[in-house]
């Protein structure tokens, strides 16, 4: 009678645990031997733990447990004064049957023995295992002296103190241009402090470049493809084509949110509504064809026919404002970033809060901040560097070069560029420079991450007319913005160097917008954002 009553005691936490876990989206997955740490009441954490799925948040109900993962399916075992339940981000009932979990294993510790100070976590697929090998473990579990005094480690969200967004279809009018915001969108929507974005435009013909970029990337992309008129059709054909043809294409499902946006002189013949979930209003993809055949890359386009010019920086204004995340890398799309950036710059935002949070010391506002990233070429046929140290050999034997040497040295001149590539390649990252956009650097146009909160860039001025990024660049200036130059993060242009020809068609365009900005756009700036000796456009 005893023996069945002990079964039935050891049995009953699991069953109901059982009954939590097997919720849809729930259940908690285990590597082997991973250490993570969870946290307590009115906190959460990121942790790339294989225990959980990459940017999980994880919550308790209680207090800061110390896990690990045993390897042995799912099955985990943590340390702490009283049994609690897990709970995932998604979990939204289970009040009733945690309270079962922690009244029966309270019940069954006390029952075995009253030394025991532990409490064991066991989700489905593990009735198998013997009451024998969980008091193993936990015997040789040490339990934390106190855990009422630890005091969890605050998440970056609440330091940033940003808000988690959701991303929704709408049609919108930015000036003559009607905006598809979010036409198509990306399977996995992160939080705001979970990633950072990497938002950028074109046109169809720049879509080859997605899924090299996001090999490297990693993370959410936003793209605001420009569709004038018939681009229309072989720009959803190519999106389609990206988005499932290819051993790579999961990456531009799972990643990249696709915005439109085209004159309202040239609206397409047709424009489907957007779906609820996102994607199934476009057309299937052909994956008997090439990109290239996909995208109608050897007929003229709509665009070329009729002369319109390429609306630059209304694309990037777009995409960038349509991120979900916090940080966002405002690039063009043929720029690709050396792998891991995103983990080591959250990592190392973190920690500068962290310290300045620790410290308590009321200081005076800090000047606005944004991390340049230092860029190069690469030669037509040449491998794309994975990391500094690739970098600094392909820079020695002449196969890079920094970013348009033989177009604009001056406009991408980084600040200690020559130190910047002396210094040897570290482990995550660090703010090598604060440099400014003045004196000799007084044309710099750095790319950066930031924030969404940073100047936007004049939609007046075109890609023909150049100059597209200066006028922020003067507002930057002005609001006195210091650039925190990154050690080990920079990107690297789609391979092929590039040197300057005179393109006379193009300097029509040029002169007109240097009228544009001398005549409207700098009094304007002026006028709102004052000036600053040094500033200039």
């Avoid at 005893?2 to 109901?16: G, Q």
């Avoid at 897990?86 to 023995?113: C, D, E, H, P």
Wanted: include cysteine; charge should be positive.
């Amino acid at each position: 009678m005893a023996n069945r009553y002990f079964k039935f005691a050891f049995l009953l936490p699991r069953f109901v645990y059982f009954f939590i876990l097997s919720w849809p989206s729930q259940r908690p997955r285990c590597g082997g031997g991973e250490k993570i740490v969870i946290l307590g009441p009115n906190t959460s954490a990121v942790t790339r733990d294989p225990c959980y799925p990459v940017g999980g948040v994880i919550e308790t109900r209680w207090q800061i447990e110390t896990c690990w993962c045993s390897g042995r399916d799912d099955l985990r075992f943590c340390k702490s004064g009283a049994a609690k339940m897990i709970r995932s981000k998604k979990l939204t009932s289970g009040l009733l049957a945690g309270s079962l979990v922690f009244v029966s294993l309270y019940a069954l510790n006390t029952f075995l023995s009253p030394t025991v100070s532990g409490s064991v976590h066991v989700s489905a697929g593990n009735t198998g295992r013997n009451l024998e090998y969980v008091r193993e473990v936990l015997a040789s579990s040490e339990a934390p002296a106190s855990t009422a005094a630890a005091v969890p480690e605050v998440s970056l969200q609440q330091l940033l103190g940003c808000v988690d967004g959701v991303a929704t279809a709408r049609y919108g009018q930015r000036g003559e241009f009607w905006v598809l915001y979010n036409y198509v969108r990306a399977e996995r929507q992160p939080g705001c402090a979970d990633s950072v974005t990497y938002t950028t435009h074109g046109d169809h013909t720049f879509l080859d470049n997605l899924v090299p970029l996001l090999k490297r990337w990693q993370g959410p992309v936003a793209m605001s493809v420009f569709a004038p008129g018939a681009d229309w059709t072989p720009a959803l054909a190519a999106i389609q084509h990206v988005r499932h043809c290819g051993p790579s294409a999961h990456l531009v499902r799972q990643h990249v949110t696709f915005h439109f946006y085209f004159p309202a002189k040239h609206v397409p013949k047709t424009v489907p509504r957007p779906a609820v979930d996102g994607f199934s209003h476009l057309p299937k993809a052909n994956c008997s064809l090439s990109l290239e055949q996909a995208a109608g890359l050897g007929q003229v386009s709509y665009k070329s026919t009729h002369k319109i010019l390429y609306p630059v920086n209304v694309g990037r204004n777009v995409a960038r404002e349509e991120a979900l995340t916090h940080f966002v890398l405002a690039s063009d799309v043929e720029l690709y970033p050396n792998p891991g950036v995103i983990p080591d710059f959250l990592g190392m935002v973190h920690g500068h809060l962290l310290q300045q949070q620790k410290a308590n010391v009321t200081k005076k506002p800090s000047p606005p901040k944004v991390y340049p990233l230092s860029i190069f070429e690469v030669k037509e046929n040449s491998s794309m560097p994975q990391n500094k140290t690739q970098l600094a050999a392909m820079l020695a034997s002449k196969d890079a070069v920094p970013f348009h040497k033989h177009v604009c040295p001056n406009c991408h001149n980084v600040p200690k560029a020559a130190e910047w590539m002396a210094l040897k390649q570290s482990e995550g990252l660090h703010v090598f420079h604060v440099g400014q956009r003045t004196g000799r650097f007084l044309h710099w146009e750095p790319i950066y991450i930031g924030t969404k909160q940073e100047p936007p860039y004049d939609e007046r001025l075109s890609w023909e007319g150049m100059s597209d990024k200066m006028t922020q660049g003067y507002a930057m200036c002005v609001l006195n913005y210091e650039f925190h130059i990154l050690d080990n993060a920079f990107l690297v242009h789609r391979p092929g160097i590039k040197y300057y020809h005179k393109d006379k068609e193009r300097s029509v365009f040029v002169k007109r917008t240097q009228v544009l900005i001398k005549q409207q756009i700098l009094p304007e700036l002026k006028l709102l954002y004052g000036t600053r000796k040094g500033c200039t456009v």
